[in-house]
Every structure is written in structure tokens, then in C-alpha cells.
């Protein structure tokens, strides 16, 4: 059984760790957006080429299942994954942590739809005239938030062609954090709001423990819906399983 395994995330690093172990023939593919993907040692890495290359890729490579283990806001892979899937008959799962919307502080937040929505959010809050704005969003959608006059924003690696802007710091700095750490952040650094995407899981979880302790707002940019009709599981365990009931007698 040939299987590939969409990652680029946490989960999706154990989870090849885990297939490796049990013998399965798998190939890792990474997009390779950052350094520390390209460098991560995945067997491939880049685009396939939308859901035609994806496809082909399938049949090409005789790939018998496909994980999707790509982070919550990868919707585009997601969706072409869905789409290649069904077309040549591939069985997938994908592997999604939980989201942060189970927390019992979730109701507290403000949650919205996208990063303009958010931006307008905050903007209407006051937030970023009574102190600095922490964006924990990743590089991609910083523009959305261009507007908002003081910010700090918390990255894994600069954008490319970034630009200073008056009344922003970036901090290019790579989790996790743990809890005392962001206490100490968000109490020097003035952080009057948070923004985070409902990325879930523990390992980004101790900014917003912290930002309750706090009593700081939390602005929640909700997850894109994924594709219907496709197996979901929460945990690595459950794709091993998942897969092996799939494996050929
Ligand atoms: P995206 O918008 O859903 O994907 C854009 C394109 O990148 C896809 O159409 C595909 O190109 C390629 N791609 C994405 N994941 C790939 C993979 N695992 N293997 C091969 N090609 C892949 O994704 P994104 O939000 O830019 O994220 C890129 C990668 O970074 C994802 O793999 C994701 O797991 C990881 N990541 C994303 C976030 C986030 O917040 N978005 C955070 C942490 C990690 P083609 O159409 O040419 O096939």
C-alpha cells in the first residue's frame, strides 16, 4: 500500500515518523513555503500543480490513499486533495487538530470570518490606540491588518519583500512558547488585543491562556470550511488506524 501524506505541520512530521515505524510505504510532500520546511528532509517539495497535476501525480506514483495532514488554513491544498481524490478513486483522510473553539474561554472572543473582517474588528474595538496589537496570523496575511496603527507582529520567517512600517515590530521568533513567556510578552510589550487563527491544538495554545489570565481580547479568525463528505480524525493514532483498515489482506 503506497500512501501520500500531505504535511507541512507538526502532526504531519509524527505522523510520517509513525508510518515509517510500521513499515508503510509513504511519501512525505511539503509545499515548502518556509526554510525549515524545505529543510525538513520530506521526500518532495512544491506544488503539484492544482488538482490536474495532483491527479496525475496519483496515478502516476500509484498512490493507493491520501492523508491530508496540511495545517487548518491550507484550504486550497485541501480542496484540491478532495477533488483529485474523487476523481481517481483515492481514498483520503484527513487529519485535522482540534479547533480552539471547544476551549471554554472560545465564548469570551471575537470570532470572524477572515483577516479584513478581523482587521475591521479590531480597528472598531480601539484596541490598537490603547496599546499594541500582538498578530499571531503567519506572514501571508499582514497586509489585511496595514491599517491598524500599533502592532507587534509575531512571525516564523519575514515575509519576503517586507517593508517597515511606522508603529510596527516584527518579531521573527518560532514556537512554542510556553505560558510564563507569553505572560512576560504581553504585560512588557502592552498587548491591549490578540489575533489568532483557529489554528487549535496545545503547541500554539499559551498565548491565549495567557491573554485570559490577562483579561486581554482575543480576535479568532475562524477556520474555511473543509470539503464535505471527507474522513476527518484528530489524531495521528487514528489516521494508523484508519489506513490500516484500508490495507489490502
Ligand atoms: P494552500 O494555500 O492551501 O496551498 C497553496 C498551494 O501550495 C497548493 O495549491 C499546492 O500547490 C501547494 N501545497 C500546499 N501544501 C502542499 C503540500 N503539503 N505538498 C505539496 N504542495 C502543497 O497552503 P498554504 O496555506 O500556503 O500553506 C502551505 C503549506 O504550509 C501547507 O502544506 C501547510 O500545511 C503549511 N502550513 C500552513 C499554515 C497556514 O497558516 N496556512 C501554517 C503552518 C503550516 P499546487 O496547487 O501547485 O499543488
Same mark, same amino acid.
Given at each position: 500500500?503506497?500512501?501520500?501524506?500531505?504535511?507541512?505541520?507538526?502532526?504531519?512530521?509524527?505522523?510520517?515518523?509513525?508510518?515509517?515505524?510500521?513499515?508503510?510505504?509513504?511519501?512525505?510532500? $511539503?509545499?515548502? +513555503?518556509? #526554510?525549515?520546511?524545505?529543510?525538513?528532509?520530506? !521526500? @518532495?517539495? /512544491?506544488?503539484?500543480?492544482? *488538482?490536474?497535476?495532483?491527479?496525475?501525480?496519483?496515478?502516476?506514483?500509484?498512490?493507493?490513499?491520501?492523508?491530508?495532514?496540511?495545517?487548518?488554513?491550507?484550504?486550497?491544498?485541501?480542496?484540491?486533495?478532495?477533488?483529485?481524490?474523487?476523481?481517481?478513486?483515492?481514498?483520503?483522510?484527513?487529519?485535522?487538530?482540534?479547533?480552539?473553539?471547544?476551549?471554554?474561554?472560545?465564548?469570551?472572543?471575537?470570532?470572524?470570518?477572515?483577516?479584513?473582517?478581523?482587521?475591521?474588528?479590531?480597528?472598531?474595538?480601539?484596541?490598537?490606540?490603547?496599546?499594541?496589537?500582538?498578530?499571531?496570523?503567519?506572514?501571508?496575511?499582514?497586509?489585511?491588518?496595514?491599517?491598524?496603527?500599533? $502592532?507587534?507582529? +509575531?512571525? #516564523?520567517?519575514?515575509?519576503?519583500?517586507?517593508? !517597515? @512600517?511606522? /508603529?510596527?515590530?516584527?518579531? *521573527?521568533?518560532?514556537?512554542?512558547?510556553?505560558?510564563?513567556?507569553?505572560?512576560?510578552?504581553?504585560?512588557?510589550?502592552?498587548?491591549?488585543?490578540?489575533?489568532?487563527?483557529?489554528?487549535?491544538?496545545?503547541?500554539?495554545?499559551?498565548?491565549?491562556?495567557?491573554?485570559?489570565?490577562?483579561?486581554?481580547?482575543?480576535?479568532?479568525?475562524?477556520?474555511?470550511?473543509?470539503?464535505?463528505?471527507?474522513?476527518?480524525?484528530?489524531?495521528?493514532?487514528?489516521?494508523?488506524?484508519?489506513?490500516?483498515?484500508?490495507?489490502?489482506?
Amino acid at each position: 500500500m503506497r500512501v501520500l501524506l500531505l504535511g507541512g505541520t507538526t502532526e504531519g512530521r509524527e505522523l510520517m515518523g509513525l508510518l515509517v515505524l510500521a513499515g508503510t510505504d509513504v511519501v512525505e510532500s $511539503v509545499a515548502g +513555503r518556509t #526554510a525549515q520546511a524545505r529543510t525538513s528532509g520530506a !521526500d @518532495r517539495v /512544491g506544488g503539484f500543480g492544482g *488538482v490536474e497535476g495532483l491527479s496525475s501525480y496519483l496515478r502516476a506514483n500509484n498512490i493507493d490513499a491520501v492523508v491530508d495532514a496540511t495545517h487548518p488554513f491550507a484550504a486550497t491544498m485541501t480542496a484540491h486533495a478532495a477533488r483529485a481524490c474523487t476523481a481517481t478513486g483515492t481514498p483520503l483522510v484527513r487529519l485535522s487538530r482540534p479547533s480552539w473553539a471547544e476551549r471554554s474561554d472560545a465564548g469570551g472572543w471575537t470570532w470572524v470570518p477572515d483577516h479584513r473582517a478581523t482587521a475591521a474588528a479590531v480597528a472598531e474595538s480601539g484596541a490598537s490606540e490603547r496599546g499594541r496589537v500582538l498578530l499571531t496570523v503567519g506572514r501571508q496575511p499582514l497586509d489585511a491588518y496595514r491599517t491598524l496603527p500599533h $502592532v507587534l507582529a +509575531r512571525v #516564523a520567517e519575514v515575509p519576503d519583500g517586507w517593508l !517597515d @512600517r511606522p /508603529g510596527w515590530e516584527l518579531r *521573527v521568533q518560532r514556537g512554542p512558547f510556553d505560558l510564563d513567556s507569553e505572560l512576560t510578552m504581553l504585560r512588557t510589550e502592552r498587548i491591549s488585543a490578540l489575533v489568532s487563527k483557529d489554528s487549535g491544538g496545545r503547541a500554539a495554545a499559551a498565548k491565549l491562556d495567557a491573554a485570559a489570565r490577562l483579561g486581554i481580547a482575543v480576535f479568532m479568525v475562524a477556520r474555511p470550511a473543509p470539503p464535505r463528505g471527507i474522513d476527518e480524525v484528530a489524531t495521528t493514532a487514528a489516521v494508523v488506524e484508519w489506513l490500516k483498515a484500508r490495507r489490502p489482506a
